[in-house]
C-alpha cells in the first residue's frame, strides 16, 4: 500500500472518527476511512503532536495508508457559572468570588480575577459598579463575564458605615459610635523637578548605590530582582500574577509584622526611589489604551502617598521568538501606549526606563540566553544588565544628589 502523509489540526478533547478526521485534510466523499488500530474513534486529550495512521479505501477498492500529523489545539476559552448581579447596602461586605466557578476543558483546575472599570475610582459608594469576572486558561484563552454590583444608601443618624467588597472571604464591619481623631499626618519630603537629562554615559559607577536603596514593585520579572540577590527581601514588593489591572484587588506583601495590598505596602515602606514593572500580566487580557491608563493611575496614587518619591516607570520587557505566550507586537503595542501617557502626565520626578530594549538588545525579541527556560522570565545574567542601564538613566536626571 502506498502512503501519504498530512498535517491537520484538531481540537483537544474533541470525539474524531477516522472520517471526521480526513475531512479536516480532504473531502472524502465516496470513500472509506478507518483507523489502522482498529478504533472506531479518537480523542486527543493532550496538546501537542501526535501521528495518526488511516487505512484510507477509495471508491474502486484501492487501500492506502495516510499518516496524519495532527497538531493539537485548545482554542476553547473557560465558561462561569454562578456569576449574577449582585446588590447590597451600604455598610456589608460582600465576598465577589463567593458562589462563582469556572470550568474549562483542558486545564482541571483554573483561577479567576474579579475586576472595576477602571474608571470606576471608589468601589465603596452608594450606587451601581460594574464588574467583569475573567479567566485565562493555559493556552491563553480568555473568557469574561459582566455583572452589576449594586451598592444602596443606607440612612443613619447613629453612625457612619463603611462599605468594604473584596474578592477574599472577609468578616463584616461593624459601625463605630465614637470617633477618634485622625492621627497627624507624617509629613513627606517634597523634592524639586529632576533636571533635563544629561546625555547618556556608556557606564555608571552609581549601580550599587542605587541597587542599595531601589524598591521593586511588580510582577513576577521584577520579581527577578529580588529571586537572584540583587535587592533585599524588605526592598521588595512585586510577585507572580500582579498587574496594573489588578494590584487593588490582588496580591499580599507583608511588611512590619502586616499584610496589605502593594499600594499600602509601597507607602509603608515610603521608599525614595521606587522602581516598576508590571504588565506581562496584562497583554493578554487589557488593550494597549487600558495597560496605559491603569500605569498612570498607578503612578498617581503613588504621587498622591508619597510626594517625594523618584518613580522610574519600566516598559514591559520582550519574549523569546519561541514562545507561544503572546504576540510580541501586542507587548510592543502597550509600551507604546504607556510611554505616550506617562510622558503626556507630565510628573516631574518620574523616569521613563526602556528595559524592552535592554533585554532586546535592540531587537524585537528577547535577546539569546536571557530566558530562564519559559521564553517569558529572565534568567540571571540579564539583572546587572537592566541595574547598569537603569545606573546610567538614572545619572542622566542627578538622582544620586537627589536620594
Known sequence: ?????????????????????????????????????????????????????????????????????????????????????????????????????????????????????????????AGKHNITYIATDSAGNTASVKAVLEIKAVTTTTAKTTTKVTSQTTTKVTSQTTKKPAPAPVPEPVITPLPSPKPAASSSSNVKYYQDRMVVAGDSIAFGFCTYGFIPYEHNLAQGSLAMRNYKEYG???????????????????????????????????????????????????RSRLPGCIIV??????????????????????????????????????????????VSGGGKYMSSGYSAGDGIHLS????????NALAIRLDQYDVRSRL
Not at 489540526?9 to 478507518?34: I, R
Not at 540571571?380 to 541595574?387: A, E, H, I, M, S
Open 1 to 125: 500500500m502506498s502512503v501519504s502523509e498530512y498535517n491537520v489540526t484538531a481540537k483537544v478533547g474533541q470525539e474524531y472518527t477516522a472520517d471526521a478526521l480526513c475531512g479536516l485534510v480532504f473531502t472524502s466523499s465516496g470513500s472509506k476511512q478507518s483507523y489502522e488500530d482498529g478504533s472506531s474513534v479518537k480523542v486527543f486529550d493532550k496538546t501537542g503532536r501526535e501521528k495518526v495512521n488511516i487505512v484510507h479505501e477509495d471508491i474502486n477498492g484501492i487501500r492506502s495508508v495516510i499518516v496524519l500529523v495532527v497538531n493539537v489545539k485548545d482554542d476553547t476559552a473557560p465558561v462561569f457559572e454562578g456569576v449574577k448581579d449582585i446588590t447590597i447596602n451600604q455598610g456589608e461586605t460582600v465576598d465577589l468570588k463567593k458562589g462563582v466557578s469556572v470550568k474549562d476543558n483542558y486545564d482541571k483546575e483554573i483561577d479567576f480575577e474579579v475586576q472595576f472599570d477602571p474608571d470606576d475610582k471608589d468601589h465603596n459608594s
Open 252 to 302: 499580599w506583601f507583608k511588611v512590619n509584622g502586616s499584610q496589605m495590598r502593594v499600594m499600602d505596602a509601597i507607602y509603608t515602606v515610603k521608599p525614595r526611589l521606587l522602581y516598576v514593572s508590571m504588565g506581562m500580566n496584562d497583554v493578554n487580557i487589557t488593550n494597549a489604551q487600558t495597560y496605559a491608563n491603569n500605569y498612570v493611575r498607578f503612578i498617581k496614587e503613588v
Open 380 to 387: 540571571r545574567v540579564v539583572y546587572p544588565k537592566l541595574l
Open 313 to 358: 516607570a519600566a516598559n514591559i520587557t520582550p519574549i523569546a521568538s519561541t514562545s507561544g505566550f503572546t504576540d510580541i507586537n501586542r507587548i510592543i503595542n502597550c509600551n507604546n501606549a504607556m510611554i505616550k501617557a506617562v510622558t503626556a502626565l507630565g510628573d516631574p520626578n518620574t523616569i521613563l526606563f526602556d528595559a524592552y530594549s535592554v
